[in-house]
């Protein structure tokens, strides 16, 4: 990482000609679905890429290693509430003084939030620029008449729009009628993200470490879910198909890796069915420790749940396509942005998560058939691997 005091100094010979700076608040080495997103971007063109982000822990041994430049605006730690006014600013400031470094030509912005610095930009540089829309950027965007307006502004003037799935993609084009082009990208899995299970030996390994961990038998067939403990994940439906499927017979356990208000409630649920024994809280999981739980797990599932007049929305979910990359099939709601990661009944099968005895029918079918698994999940791991290009929003150069 280069210090912002050091601008004003010469640019560096291994990315003499970057012309699009990258900004984000979100960036890698921080655990962030966005900052990853970000971070897989800039990877598919190093050289032409400069990136400015905010700091986390962590940020200048990562960027030195980098083939890009970073360079990173400071955070209040113990004045977050501060932060978003922080993020407008330092991007603004910074992004006009790197323009007379490197001459850039675009800016790629990566979410919708802070988006007025975006919209400043704009005015004040002789540059075009893409925003990138994930879903709760989008919700943000919308929520008063005044910051509305100002970010349908800043949309009209972009080159184009890039959203991460076509649900949300849909989702903007029903509540803001724009003439920008939209451009559909998926999240993509960074094999060296998990580079260190690559190797099948560790995979069986870590597989069986986990399984020690919770008492669970290799025999018996592992459900997995991954996320934030929140009412919309469903993952008390989940649990309450454990008991139907131990009365037909399946030795079921059940991890859930995540944290958030609702674990109490989750583990009451898990008591009063009985299942206690079964179901496993694994608690916040770092991306390296993730890959163990992908590799223990039989199957993949979230039952996650739409709402129109939810304050947040979900326009993706990564770690439905990290399952699939580690050869798992998953049982997911047939809604969302889910449907561009899983495909029904080719690596994984997709549930009306409303109806309890479709719910049911996916878990037993899933959990009885090994074959069908193997099937679903080696499917996966093959779609896993597709990916879009960012330098596909350039092809007319």
């Not at 083939?67 to 330092?90: C, Q, T």
């Not at 709760?136 to 972009?158: E, H, M, Q, Y």
């Not at 934030?228 to 994940?233: E, I, M, N």
Request: charged share 20%; proline share 4%.
């Amino acid at each position: 990482m280069e210090h912002i005091s050091q601008l004003a100094g010469n640019v560096r010979e291994q990315t003499a000609l970057p012309d699009i700076l990258v900004i984000s608040r979100s960036f890698l080495p921080k655990e962030a679905i966005i900052g990853e997103y970000i971070y897989n971007r800039c990877l598919q063109d190093p050289e032409r890429i400069i990136v400015l982000a905010a700091s986390c822990a962590g940020d200048q041994a990562f960027d030195r290693v980098q083939k890009f430049p970073v360079y990173r605006w400071p955070i209040l730690r113990d004045w977050s509430f501060f932060n978003p006014l922080i993020n407008l600013i330092y991007s603004f400031v910074l992004a006009i003084k790197l323009y007379f470094r490197y001459r850039y030509r675009y800016i790629e912005w990566g979410h919708g939030y802070e988006f007025p610095s975006l919209l400043l930009l704009s005015y004040f540089l002789p540059i075009r620029f893409f925003i990138y829309l994930h879903g709760n950027d989008i919700v943000c965007g919308l929520r008063n008449p005044l910051w509305r307006s100002l970010f349908k502004l800043t949309l009209k003037r972009a080159e184009g729009i890039v959203c991460n799935s076509s649900f949300t993609q849909d989702y903007l084009r029903t509540r803001l009628r724009l003439e920008t082009p939209t451009h559909v990208i998926n999240p993509m899995v960074r094999a060296d993200k998990f580079s260190h299970v690559i190797n099948p030996g560790n995979l069986g390994e870590l597989r069986a470490n986990v399984r020690q961990m919770y008492n669970i038998p290799e025999t018996a067939v592992v459900i997995l879910s991954v996320g934030k403990l929140v009412k919309h994940k469903s993952f008390n439906r989940i649990i309450d198909n454990l008991p139907l499927l131990l009365t037909v017979g399946v030795d079921v356990h059940y991890i859930i890796c995540g944290q958030g208000p609702c674990e109490a409630e989750l583990k009451s649920l898990a008591n009063r069915l009985r299942v206690d024994q079964r179901v496993h809280f694994a608690g916040e999981i770092s991306d390296r420790e993730l890959a163990g739980y992908y590799a223990a797990c039989d199957i993949f599932a979230m039952l996650n749940l739409v709402e129109n007049q939810a304050s947040s929305m979900e326009g993706f979910g990564i770690v439905y396509l990290e399952a699939s990359y580690f050869g798992k099939p998953v049982i997911a709601s047939r809604l969302g942005g889910v449907i561009d990661a899983i495909h029904h009944e080719e690596n994984g099968i997709l549930v009306n998560p409303y109806s309890g005895y479709e719910v049911f029918q996916a878990f037993n079918r899933l959990c009885k058939d090994q074959q069908l698994r193997e099937q679903l999940g080696r499917k996966g791991k093959e779609l896993a691997k597709r990916k879009t290009l960012h330098r596909s929003l350039y092809k007319l150069e």
